[in-house]
């Protein structure tokens, strides 16, 4: 399959991850996360995050988003989010399924909350009849590839801890984020009030493996049992830790999302003038969401996989990854031109 625009996890892994894969595949280590490559990775951790972070890997991006979500509530709560959240859209009624507790969606013109649009489902405090309010879920960056500024999180945790909730991050993509604001990891998640966070790297060179960071000690009640319960307990975890230690300690997750960012951004520069193309949204991070005529994307898929992100509306979403290249956006709009 050639580089194309479906997603950035169709892209392969960077050398300097399976470089760290191979340099922890020597001798033996013990297993499930007592080992000393887990072990130094989550003193990493804290120094990104801060020194009251705990860190939990698991495999995979839905994992550390239920997790975190059964860290904040049960199954008689509900966590307020955008009717575009990943959580809502792409993970199969997890959250429900397993921590059993209501999702509450809210309308976006842009895929972000804000204070006065959770305000909406704040109500029905103490009333026993209805699900609980007990956690605000942002995407950062959102499922639209917009952005939250650093005073929108933390107007949002503002209102969370008003009303004794919690806010959740999925972060995804939290590198594009951090890169395209210009801020640390830190800046954007625990000096925000942000309280847990899902955080990888598989969308930006890593090869596989996410983490629940929780940046409220309050959370941290149980959760090794927890992960076990939910099979997210990883037996040859310094495998994970190693691609966290590359990712993190060498700024590759730096490097990563400002080119699958820039590779966005010449894309859009490419197509924002083409008569029949309409860009949705802003281009923020490394995502572009289009609108044209069906017969259009439909023809161009047959070259190139990408998703009809809203088929009703003729929405298709491309994006970009780190190994995506100059010439890869080029024979790309070259292939929608002769379409139009």
């Not at 130094?40 to 801060?50: P, S, Y």
């Not at 004794?164 to 395209?180: I, P, S, T």
């Not at 060498?250 to 860009?279: C, F, P």
């Amino acid at each position: 399959m050639k580089r194309g625009f479906g997603s950035d996890n169709h892209s392969g892994v960077s050398p300097e991850v399976l470089q760290a894969i191979a340099a922890a595949n020597v001798d033996h280590a013990i297993a499930y996360g007592d080992d000393e490559y887990s072990q130094h990775v989550e003193t990493l951790f804290r120094h990104t995050f801060g020194e009251q972070a705990k860190v939990y890997f698991v495999f995979n991006g839905t994992g550390a988003n239920v997790l975190n979500i059964d860290a904040m509530c049960r199954s008689h709560h509900a966590v307020v989010c955008a009717d575009t959240a990943h959580i809502n859209v792409d993970e199969c009624g997890a959250p429900q399924r397993i921590v059993g507790c209501k999702l509450l969606t809210v309308a976006t013109p842009d895929g972000k909350l804000t204070p006065d649009l959770v305000k909406t489902k704040l109500h029905g405090f103490g009333f026993e009849h209805h699900s609980q309010p007990r956690a605000i879920s942002i995407a950062q960056s959102t499922e639209l590839g917009t952005l939250y500024t650093l005073e929108e999180i933390k107007a949002l945790a503002d209102l969370a801890h008003a009303h004794d909730m919690y806010l959740h991050v999925d972060g995804a993509r939290l590198a594009n984020a951090a890169v395209a604001l210009g801020c640390s990891f830190k800046e954007m998640t625990t000096d925000c009030g942000v309280d847990c966070l899902s955080f990888g790297g598989t969308k930006n060179g890593m090869l596989m493996g996410e983490s629940c960071v929780l940046l409220n000690p309050q959370l941290d009640i149980d959760m090794k049992y927890r992960r076990k319960q939910m099979s997210q307990l990883c037996s040859k975890m310094r495998f994970i830790a190693a691609q966290f230690e590359a990712y993190l300690s060498t700024d590759l997750w730096r490097r990563n999302a400002e080119h699958s960012n820039r590779m966005a951004q010449i894309l859009y520069q490419q197509v924002k003038d083409i008569e029949g193309v309409r860009v949705m949204y802003p281009v923020q991070v490394n995502s572009v969401f289009v609108q044209m005529a069906h017969e259009v994307w439909t023809s161009l898929q047959n070259d190139y996989f990408f998703y009809d992100w809203d088929e009703a509306n003729n929405v298709v979403r491309w994006m970009c990854s780190f190994d995506t290249t100059e010439e890869d956006v080029a024979a790309f709009v070259d292939a929608l031109k002769q379409r139009l």
